[in-house]
């Protein structure tokens, strides 16, 4: 089992400019969520995709957008950057079941703003 | 709604010492508690998590942490420190919402002397 796997694991931008990460979910889960993490930070949840549909969402603005395939990956998609989007970006998944389960995170993608 | 606090920013200890990371959470229910770890640009590492039951639970590397109700704390503890347990550690909480939207605090970074 891989694991949670993401991509790519380093990423420049340009301010205004727009930028897809992406992560595949370990194996059995169906659930991503996605967190961001600026630097000296804990991470900031900004959602979760189930079922091919944003299930919850933080506080981000509309500029952060996501999708879930059908295999249950995701992307995140993040329009208009501003400096302040530099950060590491970490996707988890975790199975949605009656229980609480734990969430598995990847090595994350760290974006750059310039 | 939920929140964790980690007062203490930086914390040195010596190699062999003992070690204990502070936690406080803030949630009306029954807490989800989990204790991650975060080496230099490396993504979470699950140490331990408490659902339910005994309120002293062990984790993994030598780590354990005890729920205390009534003083809202999740402390981590490890009885003799390794210098590779060098890291950034977090304390997280979950919410009983079916979501499993985790809230992190800001972080502990510990530092091992020699």
């Known amino acids: 089992d891989a694991g949670v796997t993401q991509s790519p694991t380093h990423l420049i931008k340009t301010r205004g400019q727009q930028v897809t990460l992406r992560c595949s979910p370990k194996s059995g889960h169906d659930t991503v969520s996605w967190y961001q993490q600026a630097l000296g930070q804990g991470p900031q949840f900004i959602f979760q995709y189930y079922e091919e549909e944003e299930r919850q969402r933080g506080n981000f603005p509309d500029r952060f957008s996501g999708h879930q395939f059908p295999n249950y990956s995701s992307e995140l998609n993040v329009n208009a950057l501003l400096l302040g989007d530099s950060a590491l970006y970490l996707c988890?998944?975790?199975?949605?079941?009656?229980?609480?389960?734990?969430?598995?995170f990847g090595p994350g993608t760290r974006l750059t703003v310039l | 709604a939920q929140s964790v606090t980690q007062p203490d920013i930086h914390i040195t200890v010596s190699e062999g010492a003992s070690l204990e990371l502070r936690c406080n959470y803030s949630?009306?229910?029954?807490?989800?508690l989990f204790w991650y770890v975060q080496s230099p640009g490396q993504g979470l590492q699950l140490l331990l998590k408490?659902?339910?039951?005994?309120?002293l639970v062990q984790g993994i590397k030598g780590f354990e942490a005890e729920f205390k109700r009534s003083q809202s704390s999740f402390n981590l503890r490890k009885p003799s420190v390794h210098w590779s347990d060098a890291a950034e550690y977090f304390c997280?909480?979950?919410?009983?919402?079916?979501?499993?939207?985790?809230?992190f605090g800001t972080g502990t970074r510990l530092l091992v002397s020699p």
């Open positions: 997280a909480v979950g919410a009983d919402t079916g979501f499993q939207k985790l809230v």
């Open positions: 949630y009306g229910a029954t807490p989800y």
């Open positions: 408490y659902f339910s039951g005994d309120t």
């Open positions: 988890a998944s975790s199975q949605t079941s009656g229980t609480y389960n734990e969430q598995f």
